[in-house]
């Protein structure tokens, strides 16, 4: 097995791994939020080395991605701060350069919640405006039943983007690209141009079903046109980072963009009809997709309620 075949494999194995901790029974009797936070503040950390200087962290929240060298660490999200421990142990494994940036994909804690403890140790914290204004005051999830506290002022990102950024380091040339709503409101794309690695945040979510963040302005349309954009660029060599799930390939990526319109279709279609949300989930319209990708925190019915909201 070749390398680059082993690291997708062990990819995926932790990742079925992390599906079952965060869908099983502990699931039901506490909030996501404090479940998943249990899970990363007990669990490791692990470094999936992709191409050349870049890497993947996985086990702190959502999937996060590393350029490491002597100009300092580039990091595509910042994990859970109950990670902290852990993060510092396999980034250190990385190298000796410090952090140097750290790129919000979006607000979600899941992603957002190191951004303190990390501008603590010198790192300058990218983000959308629209990140920002979610951080910076009192946000809730109505489907994670969780209202998320203000940030404190270490944790609150300084740069602020509105169009494309290329930060150059280390050999690599950074791309930040700012989104339209996807996921949610403000989410951005990061591409590690010459090694050829995209992180997508959770506008892709690799064999699952994924949250979409109607209350942040995020929507079904918007994901599939973010997927888009990507299919546009990328190659079969191309490797992908997503939000979640394993690391992924062009082929996995355009899987996941024709179950995300085949779904909106379908549901768009009994909406159009004037079926109310629950008649729409009763008639079960993404039960051709649901052994696959229906097996993760985002249920077929809550997908189903995510979809309907946007069309």
Do not use: C
Request: proline content about 5%; charged content about 20%.
């Amino acid at each position: 097995m070749s390398t680059s075949k082993t690291t997708h494999f062990l990819a995926r194995t932790l990742s079925l791994a992390l599906i079952g901790a965060w869908a099983g029974p502990a699931l039901s009797e506490q909030g996501i939020v404090d479940h998943v936070n249990a899970e990363a503040a007990k669990g490791a950390v692990i470094t999936h080395p992709l191409r050349a200087n870049v890497s993947e962290l996985e086990g702190s929240g959502g999937n996060i991605t590393v350029l490491s060298g002597p100009d300092g660490k580039f990091l595509v999200d910042a994990g859970i701060a109950l990670s902290k421990a852990a993060m510092q142990a396999s980034l250190s494994k990385l190298g000796p350069a410090p952090v140097k940036y750290v790129a919000n994909t979006h607000w979600h804690w899941d992603h957002s919640d190191g951004d303190a403890w990390l501008h603590e140790a010198g790192a300058t914290i990218i983000a959308t405006p629209q990140t920002v204004s979610h951080l910076t005051k009192a946000s809730r999830v109505s489907d994670w039943d969780h209202t998320f506290p203000a940030v404190t002022a270490d944790g609150v990102p300084s740069v602020r983007l509105t169009t494309d950024k290329t930060y150059t380091m280390n050999g690599e040339s950074v791309v930040v690209h700012p989104l339209m709503a996807s996921h949610t409101d403000g989410d951005i794309s990061v591409y590690f141009k010459h090694a050829d690695v995209l992180a997508t945040g959770d506008t892709f979510w690799n064999g699952i079903y994924p949250f979409i963040d109607h209350e942040h302005g995020g929507g079904i349309n918007g994901t599939i046109a973010a997927v888009d954009s990507y299919l546009k660029f990328v190659t079969d060599k191309t490797i992908i980072v997503p939000g979640h799930g394993a690391v992924a390939d062009r082929k996995q990526l355009l899987e996941y963009r024709d179950m995300l319109i085949a779904v909106r279709d379908r549901v768009a279609a009994l909406k159009h009809q004037g079926m109310t949300v629950a008649e729409v989930v009763a008639t079960k319209p993404t039960e051709p997709f649901d052994a696959k990708w229906g097996k993760f925190i985002v249920t077929p019915e809550l997908f189903t309620r995510l979809v309907y909201d946007g069309v």
